[in-house]
């Protein structure tokens, strides 16, 4: 059957009547000749009827169209009579029906017949996946429509047992030391200014942005960063030691020590003892493990304890918050993760009158409620109530707070990542609404959030008069600070929402007010 077919008007020495016989006995066994000789057949019956008609404007026509043999193209008018006749019919003995559904199932035999898709399936394969590239689904797989509530991601958990993980994090965190020593030594110096804490602090901010454009790859779990994400931030910081005095060459190659240090490898001691003690320093608590130390204030210990659903809380507030520790850098680290203060959260919640996703938040620093946000480390965060990764999750409607750290790949990361989940919504006539805050840059990622066709409101905070909150709040007494640029904020909806303006211009208001202290505010689970 996948061979050629049997010949039947070329046959020699044959009457018309021997040749039709022939060609129904050759249709009765060949599925693809019944469906071709009857579109044939079709076609020679009205190309009769328009004989008697051109013969009166002296047309001249030849007789009864034979057979289209095989490999040879036919005019298209006849190509599409056979096509719409060829739909109507299925494998012989069975009668035909015209319905879609036979048509269907013609076409799937002479699939099955021939081995080759028929123009109709090919059809329903391009269309297939048209819909599933628009709406994101990978080539190759049927898209899936949103599920019928906001799904709840289940993170994954901690792998390791906690005595094990905090053995890793140890080891962790003494790389990052010897990447914060290979920095002062090698770059710090030359980036100049005095040696006070506040320029330290300026000056250690180059090696923080630097790190975050590499993801802390391979030190953290926070994903693979893209090749152009490395070379911008290499470039970046390069440029900066230039201006500095150094020259090209010699830029690359400080830079080059200061990646092989981060890539070095993790050493930790899988035979020291873990156990973590507890004591009360004043307002904050301290946690203490294998010589390494981290804190907590009250309010924020209190907010972790009813977060927490698990085992031995001690351990786990220990390896929480050495992670984000190393996250931080260096001890009054934490520039690129300015926070949103409460006033603004709750303008989002009461313009919504529903729970709020908050998309970028750690156990320290939600505002959102147990299990409706979103953070960098699920293998530690989710014994806390985190949901895992923002970019692993499948929003399909509600409203979502998005205030990414301050990263220029991160920054565009988010924006594909919305643009998809909303043009998903949009499919689906579901209202999926972002509410973006970033700071207003030059980057890609800005730029293709302020030109998504999903765009319904954008307001503009001037740096200077809006605060936030810092990222390390859950050891720093100085709790906010004011935005030393200009905030973009950004209202995104699946399907057109009322008062979209308002809520910007309101999430634009209250970021001018200064935000109390944590301590002075009810921790909130």
């Given at each position: 059957l996948g061979g050629s077919s049997p010949q039947v008007a070329g046959l020699p020495g044959k009457t018309k009547q021997t040749k039709a016989k022939a060609a129904k006995k050759a249709t009765a066994v060949d599925p693809v000749m019944s469906a071709r000789h009857a579109a044939t057949q079709r076609g020679a019956q009205s190309k009769k009827k328009q004989k008697g008609k051109t013969k009166k404007v002296g047309l001249a026509l030849t007789g009864l169209a034979p057979l289209a043999q095989p490999g040879k193209r036919i005019k298209k008018k006849k190509q599409k009579?056979?096509?719409?006749?060829?739909?109507?019919?299925?494998?012989?003995?069975?009668?035909?029906?015209?319905?879609?559904?036979?048509?269907?199932?013609?076409?799937?035999?002479?699939?099955?017949?021939?081995?080759?898709?028929?123009?109709?399936?090919?059809?329903?394969?391009?269309?297939?996946?048209?819909?599933?590239?628009?709406?994101?689904?990978?080539?190759?797989?049927?898209?899936?429509?949103?599920?019928?509530s906001p799904p709840t991601p289940t993170p994954p958990k901690v792998t390791l047992p906690l005595p094990?993980?905090?053995?890793?994090?140890?080891?962790?965190?003494?790389?990052?030391?010897?990447?914060?020593?290979?920095?002062?030594?090698?770059?710090?110096?030359?980036?100049?200014?005095?040696?006070?804490?506040?320029?330290?602090?300026?000056?250690?901010?180059?090696?923080?942005?630097?790190?975050?454009?590499?993801?802390?790859?391979?030190?953290?779990?926070?994903?693979?960063?893209?090749?152009?994400?490395?070379?911008?931030?290499?470039?970046?910081?390069?440029?900066?030691?230039?201006?500095?005095?150094?020259?090209?060459?010699?830029?690359?190659?400080?830079?080059?020590?200061?990646?092989?240090?981060?890539?070095?490898?993790?050493?930790?001691?899988?035979?020291?003892?873990?156990?973590?003690?507890?004591?009360?320093?004043?307002?904050?608590?301290?946690?203490?493990?294998?010589?390494?130390?981290?804190?907590?204030?009250?309010?924020?210990?209190?907010?972790?304890?009813?977060?927490?659903?698990?085992?031995?809380?001690?351990?786990?507030?220990?390896?929480?918050?050495?992670?984000?520790?190393?996250?931080?850098?260096?001890?009054?680290?934490?520039?690129?993760?300015?926070?949103?203060?409460?006033?603004?959260w709750r303008a989002i919640e009461l313009w919504a009158e529903q729970p709020v996703i908050e998309a970028f938040a750690s156990p320290l620093n939600t505002l959102a409620s147990k299990g409706r946000y979103h953070s960098a480390f699920a293998d530690v965060d989710c014994a806390f109530g985190s949901g895992g990764s923002f970019f692993d999750a499948a929003f399909d409607e509600g409203v979502v707070e998005v205030n990414p750290p301050f990263d220029e790949d991160l920054v565009l990361r988010v924006a594909t990542a919305c643009e998809t989940s909303l043009a998903r919504a949009s499919a689906a006539k579901r209202i999926l609404v972002f509410v973006i805050i970033i700071p207003e840059t030059d980057w890609a990622g800005h730029a293709a959030l302020l030109e998504s066709r999903f765009k319904r409101a954008y307001r503009s905070a001037p740096s200077g008069q809006h605060f936030y909150t810092v990222g390390n709040q859950h050891t720093n007494s100085q709790q906010c600070y004011p935005a030393s640029r200009n905030t973009t904020i950004i209202v995104l909806a699946s399907q057109l929402v009322t008062g979209a303006a308002r809520l910007a211009e309101r999430v634009k208001e209250v970021f001018r007010e200064r935000p109390p202290p944590i301590a002075a505010a009810a921790a909130r689970p």
């Open positions: 009579a056979a096509d719409a006749s060829f739909a109507d019919h299925t494998s012989a003995p069975r009668q035909a029906k015209k319905s879609k559904k036979n048509s269907d199932q013609a076409h799937d035999r002479v699939e099955e017949a021939t081995g080759r898709p028929g123009k109709k399936s090919r059809k329903r394969q391009a269309l297939a996946y048209a819909a599933a590239t628009a709406l994101g689904a990978p080539a190759g797989k049927k898209a899936r429509g949103p599920a019928k094990d993980a905090i053995r890793l994090e140890l080891g962790r965190w003494s790389v990052m030391d010897q990447v914060v020593a290979t920095y002062d030594e090698h770059l710090a110096t030359v980036l100049g200014g005095g040696d006070s804490q506040r320029n330290e602090q300026k000056r250690k901010r180059h090696l923080e942005a630097w790190l975050w454009a590499r993801l802390f790859h391979p030190l953290l779990p926070l994903g693979s960063p893209s090749a152009s994400a490395i070379s911008q931030g290499d470039s970046s910081l390069a440029q900066k030691l230039q201006n500095a005095g150094l020259s090209s060459k010699e830029a690359q190659g400080r830079i080059g020590r200061l990646a092989a240090v981060l890539a070095g490898g993790v050493r930790e001691d899988k035979t020291a003892a873990v156990k973590v003690s507890v004591k009360e320093d004043g307002d904050h608590m301290v946690l203490a493990c294998s010589g390494r130390s981290v804190e907590i204030n009250r309010t924020h210990w209190e907010k972790l304890r009813q977060l927490y659903a698990g085992v031995d809380f001690h351990s786990a507030a220990f390896l929480l918050l050495a992670r984000y520790r190393i996250l931080q850098v260096h001890a009054k680290g934490g520039g690129n993760q300015g926070a949103m203060s409460r006033a603004v």
